[in-house]
């Protein structure tokens, strides 16, 4: 079925163009009468970013659930991994993050998660898509069942308490020089002070949210800023977050980027070697690096695939029983503590293991040496991909890279482009390839 609203992570788009106060106002009354289950009070937990447009989304959003009988709990800014949490924590039937992740301000966007902290299936989103377009004054609360909504003020603590006990009790960062950028979003209070509680010496910046600067030149999309920082001061590690916090870069005393595949490599072999590995593996999308898969073949663990998108990896990791999953853009999941990528939680694990081994970050999150990998978008449409030159020109290049490389071709979700990353030992072949396929693209495109 043709989605009109939701995305591969909720519903996200230009604040006050696709993301409106009309718009939020329908979400909140579709979803709050499909999770309107049973008989009581109904809960929903609603947090958000540090975006200007938040403040007009919330609100639609609290009209909307309120007006079908929902009670609203309002977290303010809070990491999305902290929503998640708290939905089930508070028994909500249903958590609302507000937030564009990574974009930069002028976007806006609406997850949802359902009673278990979950993001919801397709099923429940088109049926809430039905919803939003269909007649729902049948289902408002009459004058008396309306909802109430209320801030609720202790929801910081209670996060940084609950990341905090993911490490084990005598755990202790004391030593660790740490620069923690929050790229002035959601994690911009509750980062540094989780850090410090557990005796880090830290040092934050972007925790100066004004509405308009959140992923601007600071956070885990531009890492610059942090890895001048953690330079300059002679930090031990730099930890990088996005706009809500889900996902999380490293950057060692040397200024160099961990990016999430080297990550979820050093959380596996450290679970391993403790026996809290519930596979023999981990999860990853097609674009992790090939050198991931052959370091975790060394150890003994598996890597298996899936589509791009945290959604699909956190699908197989349910399905299959895995417990480490993520991306290389530091979205990792670990289920044993969170339904959805959280960038402090992964941080802290990582932290742990450098305080274990007690040697420099350097050393002990560079698990690889990644192969040259390169990525080419060409505008086309997907229906190019079935032209005969097209696939020729790709079965030649998987034929030429052979069992030294990978090749994905793929079309985006978002725009009409296709992209194309080979990855492979011999990088002057790797080029040579993908150059080959993004040729036959658009020769292709431009004789349609």
């Not at 106002?25 to 289950?37: D, E, N, P």
């Not at 049973?38 to 009209?63: C, F, N, P, Q, W």
């Not at 699908?315 to 402090?344: A, C, F």
């Not at 080979?422 to 040579?432: A, I, K, M, N, W």
Request: charged share 25%.
């Amino acid at each position: 079925m043709t989605r009109n609203y939701f995305g591969t992570d909720g519903i996200r788009g230009l604040a006050n163009e696709k993301i409106t106060p009309e718009l939020a106002l329908k979400v909140g009354q579709a979803a709050g009468t499909i999770f309107h289950r049973g008989e009581g009070r109904h809960r929903v937990v609603i947090g958000k970013d540090t975006r200007l447009s938040g403040y007009m989304i919330e609100y639609a959003l609290v009209a909307g659930f309120t007006s079908v009988g929902m009670d609203p709990l309002l977290l303010g800014p809070m990491p999305t991994p902290a929503v998640a949490m708290l939905t089930r924590s508070m028994r909500a039937d249903v958590g609302v993050m507000i937030s564009a992740s990574h974009n930069s301000f002028e976007d806006n966007g609406i997850k949802l998660f359902g009673p278990d902290g979950h993001k919801l299936s397709d099923e429940i989103e088109i049926e809430i898509e039905k919803l939003m377009d269909g007649d729902r004054t049948r289902k408002l609360a009459g004058p008396t069942e309306l909802g109430r909504a209320r801030r609720i003020d202790d929801v910081r603590a209670r996060y940084i308490e609950f990341a905090k006990r993911t490490l084990p009790r005598n755990m202790s960062l004391e030593g660790l020089r740490v620069v923690v950028d929050c790229a002035n979003g959601a994690a911009y209070r509750v980062a540094p002070e989780a850090l410090w509680e557990l005796g880090a010496e830290v040092i934050a910046i972007g925790v100066e949210p004004d509405g308009f600067n959140i992923n601007h030149e600071v956070g885990s999309t531009s890492p610059q800023a942090l890895r001048d920082k953690v330079r300059e001061l002679r930090a031990d590690v730099g930890i990088a977050l996005d706009g809500d916090a889900d996902r999380v870069l490293l950057v060692d005393e040397q200024g160099q980027l961990i990016d999430g595949d080297q990550l979820m490599a050093v959380v596996a072999e450290s679970w391993r070697d403790q026996g809290l590995l519930s596979k023999p593996g981990l999860v990853a999308t097609i674009m992790s690096n090939l050198a991931l898969e052959r370091h975790l073949g060394s150890l003994g663990l598996t890597l298996e695939r899936t589509a791009v998108g945290d959604r699909y990896v956190i699908e197989r990791m349910r399905q299959e029983g895995y417990n480490v999953g993520g991306e290389p853009s530091g979205h990792v999941i670990l289920s044993d503590y969170s339904t959805t990528g959280d960038g402090l939680v992964t941080a802290m694990q990582a932290l742990a293991v450098v305080k274990r081994f007690d040697k420099p970050v350097s050393q002990v999150c560079h698990r690889f040496e990644p192969l040259p990998q390169i990525l080419r978008n060409v505008r086309a449409q997907r229906g190019e991909l079935e032209r005969d030159s097209v696939i020729l020109a790709i079965d030649d290049a998987r034929a030429r890279l052979g069992g030294s490389g990978r090749l994905i071709v793929r079309p985006s979700g978002t725009e009409p482009v296709i992209r194309v990353m080979g990855e492979g030992d011999d990088r002057e072949l790797v080029e040579t390839l993908v150059a080959q396929v993004c040729d036959a693209l658009k020769e292709s495109a431009e004789a349609a």
